[in-house]
C-alpha cells in the first residue's frame, strides 16, 4: 500500500516507525514531515492542513491510504476533501472533528450520548463567564477552540478563577467562547479507540504528564511524557470505557450524519463515581503516540486501512508484554517562549534499546538543531516499568542540547499504583 501521513511532530514520527515495519506497506510519504520520519519516508513540502494541496498529493502519487497526525487538518476539512476525492482517509471529517475543535460541541455530544462527564456552563460573555467562576471558586476554564493544549486552566480559589477567565478570554478566537465546569478528582489517564464510524477497538491505557515540572508543577505543556500500560483500570475496566464512552459518542455523531473514522481520544479523569470524560480529541496523543506504538504488538496498517473504509473487525488489540516508557526533552522557555537553534548532540550514543521521536527539531548545516518547545521524545519498553524508566533515563542522559530539560518523574504514579 501508499500511504501519506500528515504532520510533523513526534507523534507522526512514531506513526511513520510503527508503519515503516508493515509488510503491506509499498511506499509512504509525509507532509511536511521532519528530520526523523525522513530516515523512514519521503517528506514532501506540504501544509498538512492545506486541504486541496494534499488531495493532489495523494492524487499525484496515487496514494491507498492518508493517515491525518495532528488536529489543525482535521478542522481544516482534509477528511472532507479527501473523501470528496474518493481517497481514503484515517481521519474524521471536520463536522466530527469538532469533538476537539469545539468544547461546547463536544459537552453537546457527550450529554445527547449519555457519557459521564462534568456538570458545566458555556459562556460567550467574559464578564458573566467571570462572575460564575468567582461564584464556583473551584473551577475549570477551557476555551471552546483549539489552543495547543494550554486552553485549560484549572482554578483552585476565587482570585485564580478570576485570573484564569481574564486569560482564556485573552487567547482570543480560541478564547471567544469558554466553557466552565465541574473541577473534578483523581488520576487522568488517555482512553484511545480505533474507530470505524460504528466500530471501535481500544489501545492500552495510558498517562499522560501535562505539566512542565516534576510533581505536576508549573504551567500546563502539550505533554512532558507518558508510559503504558497505565495501571488505573485493568482489561474489563477498560473495556467498559468502550461501552460507555466510545461506543454511544460514535453512535450520536453517526445519527447526525458524522461518522468518526480515526482516533477518539478520551482524556478521564478516574474519580471515586467512576471515569468521567474530561475532554475528547480527534486523534493520536502526543506524547502518548510514542509510547503507544510500542505497546502495540501487531500491524498499525491494517486497522487504520480497516477503519478508513468502514471495514474494522472489534477485537481485542494485541498488545506487547511489558511496558513503554516515553520522556520528553524540551528547549529552554518551553512552554512560554522556547529558545530555537541549540545543537542537539549525543544520539549517536543513545543505546539500542531505546528509541528516539524527533519532534520540534531541523537540519542546518549538517546538524540537528533545536526549532521547537519540545524537541525529542527518547522512548525505551521492559519487561516491566519500572525496567522501561530505567532505560529510558539511560537513553535521556546521552543526548545533550543547551537549556535542555526534562522531568524526572515519568511513571512514577504508575509505579506506585501498580499492584
Known amino acids: ?75 481544516a476539512g482534509v477528511a472532507d476533501a479527501l473523501a470528496k476525492a474518493g481517497i481514503p482517509c484515517f481521519g474524521p471529517v471536520a463536522g466530527a472533528a469538532l469533538i476537539e475543535g469545539s468544547k461546547a460541541f463536544a459537552k453537546e455530544i457527550m450529554a445527547e450520548a449519555g457519557v459521564p462527564t462534568a456538570a458545566f456552563r458555556t459562556f460567550t460573555d467574559a464578564v458573566e463567564a467571570e462572575a460564575y467562576a468567582v461564584a464556583q471558586g473551584r473551577i475549570v476554564v477551557k476555551a471552546d477552540g483549539l489552543a495547543a493544549g494550554k486552553g485549560v486552566i484549572v482554578a483552585h480559589d476565587v482570585d485564580s478563577a478570576r485570573q484564569a477567565v481574564r486569560a482564556v478570554a485573552a487567547l482570543g478566537t480560541s478564547g471567544q467562547r469558554m466553557v466552565l465546569e465541574e473541577l473534578l478528582e483523581g488520576e487522568e489517564v488517555s482512553a484511545m479507540a480505533l474507530c470505524d464510524g460504528e466500530r471501535y477497538v481500544m489501545l492500552p491505557l495510558s498517562q499522560d504528564h501535562k505539566r512542565v515540572g516534576d510533581g505536576d508543577t508549573g504551567p500546563n505543556t502539550g505533554g512532558m511524557g507518558a508510559y503504558s500500560p497505565a495501571p488505573f483500570l485493568d482489561a474489563e475496566q477498560l473495556a467498559e470505557v468502550g461501552e460507555s464512552v466510545i461506543a454511544p459518542t460514535l453512535a450520536v455523531l453517526r445519527r447526525r450524519g458524522l461518522p468518526f473514522k480515526g482516533v477518539l481520544y478520551a482524556g478521564l479523569m478516574l474519580t471515586r463515581n467512576g471515569p468521567k470524560v474530561l475532554e475528547f480529541n480527534a486523534r493520536f496523543g502526543d506524547p502518548e503516540t510514542q509510547v503507544l506504538m510500542m505497546q502495540l504488538g501487531e500491524d498499525l496498517l491494517p486497522l487504520v486501512d480497516a477503519c478508513a473504509r468502514g471495514q474494522l473487525q472489534a477485537r481485542p488489540l494485541v498488545a506487547a508484554p511489558g511496558a513503554s516508557v516515553g520522556v520528553v526533552m524540551a528547549a529552554e522557555g518551553y512552554p512560554e517562549a522556547p529558545r530555537k537553534g541549540q545543537r542537539i548532540d549525543g544520539l549517536d550514543a543513545v543505546p539500542e534499546d531505546a528509541t528516539v521521536f524527533v519532534a520540534g527539531a531541523e537540519m542546518r548545516d549538517g546538524a540537528l538543531v533545536t526549532s521547537g518547545g519540545r524537541v525529542l521524545t527518547v522512548c525505551a519498553r521492559g519487561d516491566d516499568l519500572a525496567r522501561a524508566r530505567e532505560r529510558a533515563y539511560a537513553a535521556v542522559a546521552a543526548v545533550r542540547f543547551e537549556g535542555m530539560h526534562f522531568r524526572h518523574d515519568i511513571g512514577v504514579k504508575g509505579l506506585k499504583a501498580a499492584p
Open 1 to 75: 500500500m501508499k500511504v501519506l501521513l500528515l504532520g510533523s511532530g513526534g507523534r507522526e514520527h512514531a506513526l511513520a516507525w510503527k508503519l515503516s515495519q508493515s509488510p503491506r506497506l509499498t511506499r509512504l510519504w509525509c507532509a511536511p514531515g521532519n528530520p526523523g520520519t525522513a530516515k523512514l519516508a519521503t517528506n514532501v513540502p506540504v501544509k498538512a492542513d492545506a486541504p486541496d494541496e494534499v488531495v493532489a498529493l495523494a492524487r499525484r502519487e496515487s496514494v491507498d491510504l492518508v493517515v491525518v497526525g495532528p488536529e489543525a487538518p482535521l478542522v
